[in-house]
């Protein structure tokens, strides 16, 4: 795995560790907060060999040895928590909404059955082995947090002061973004993507946009999203953008009585936003408005939103179909070609 060995400077006191793979599922940035002796992490990798990594890497880049004995968790997905184990007795901050949701997040032992005891030939387990089956969830330990606030919590790292918002449920059940006023940077956790098409859990997209507008609102003149390359508020503006086009497409096919996968289809057959990395994430942010549009209150199920997008990526690029021969069939004239 092609692992950063080095830090991002962000700002004073604020490096990245930036996976930056765009096109898969996992890799998701870390925020180390250093002042002086102090040190504090946003979210940790998906296993031990990349938390290793991380370690490695701040090792080198920062002249002191530094630990962090905070953890602050965005929300509690795998690829932003199952690292929490390799900092054994630190502080692990999330909201309230995170940590009462976290039995709706897969474990580190059905991530492992995902990725090795499904069958391999059909959509499901080979979309988890392309995407999931690089880590190591067999060795992974999770800890749950062990502070947990709603609405507001301020954290002092050192000299650095930054304060915790909670602006879920959005992506997630319990999302927080992190404010450094004095840096003008925020961490945005995953409400926001880049490079890639987002997925959103919880929804609806408009919670995503006001989430956004939160993080607009907060005058940065740099963005942490949660995957992909560092953002400026102009980027962030335009993701708004995707989201609310994105919404109007799901609710008009809504409103004309079309199923959810087949709206989603539809949407991806015009080449919606193709220059964006897994399309198929456009299945499970239809499924989940459509579940808003239907008033259906029931939990989500991650791993079953999940296989509907495997499905339609199974149709498009599982063995044997080849891109080319997909896109003609499904989409007809109105698809432009693949650009690679
Ligand atoms: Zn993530």
Do not use: K
Request: glycine share 8%.
């Amino acid at each position: 795995m092609n692992l950063p060995d080095g830090l991002v400077p962000v700002a004073e006191g604020l490096h990245l560790w930036a996976p930056q793979h765009v096109g898969t599922w996992g890799f998701a940035n870390c925020l180390l907060i250093t002042s002086g002796e102090q040190a504090a992490l946003v979210d940790t990798p998906y296993d031990r060999p990349m938390t290793e990594a991380l370690i490695a890497a701040a090792g080198r880049a920062l002249s002191a040895d530094v630990t962090a004995r905070t953890i602050v968790n965005t929300h509690v997905n795998g690829d932003h928590t199952f690292g929490n184990g390799c900092f054994p007795g630190a502080e692990i901050i999330a909201t309230r909404a995170s940590a009462e949701h976290l039995c709706r997040e897969p474990s580190p032992q059905q991530m492992h059955f995902l990725t090795h005891g499904t069958p391999p030939d059909e959509p499901l387990g080979w979309y988890a082995r392309e995407h999931f089956g690089r880590y190591r969830y067999e060795d992974v330990e999770t800890v749950p947090p062990t502070t947990t606030f709603s609405g507001r919590y301020d954290l002092q790292v050192g000299d650095i002061e930054a304060e915790l918002i909670e602006v879920g449920p959005a992506h997630s059940a319990g999302d927080l973004i992190v404010h450094f006023p004095a840096q003008r940077v925020v961490c945005a956790g995953d409400v926001l993507f880049a490079g890639d098409h987002p997925v959103h859990w919880d929804g609806p997209l408009s919670a995503i946009v006001a989430a956004c507008e939160t993080v607009l609102a907060l005058d940065p003149e740099v963005v942490v999203p949660g995957h992909g390359p560092l953002m400026t508020p102009r980027d962030v503006r335009a993701y708004i953008a995707y989201l609310r086009e994105l919404e109007a497409l799901v609710h008009a096919h809504h409103a004309a009585g079309v199923a959810a996968a087949e709206a989603a289809a539809d949407i991806l057959a015009t080449g919606f936003h193709d220059d964006l990395g897994l399309p198929e994430r456009v299945v499970i942010l239809t499924a989940v408005e459509y579940r808003h549009l239907d008033a259906d209150t029931s939990e989500p199920n991650l791993v079953q939103l999940s296989a509907q997008a495997a499905a339609w990526a199974y149709r498009h690029r599982g063995p044997g179909s080849g891109l080319a021969d997909a896109v003609t069939a499904s989409a007809g004239e109105r698809l432009r070609p693949p650009s690679g």
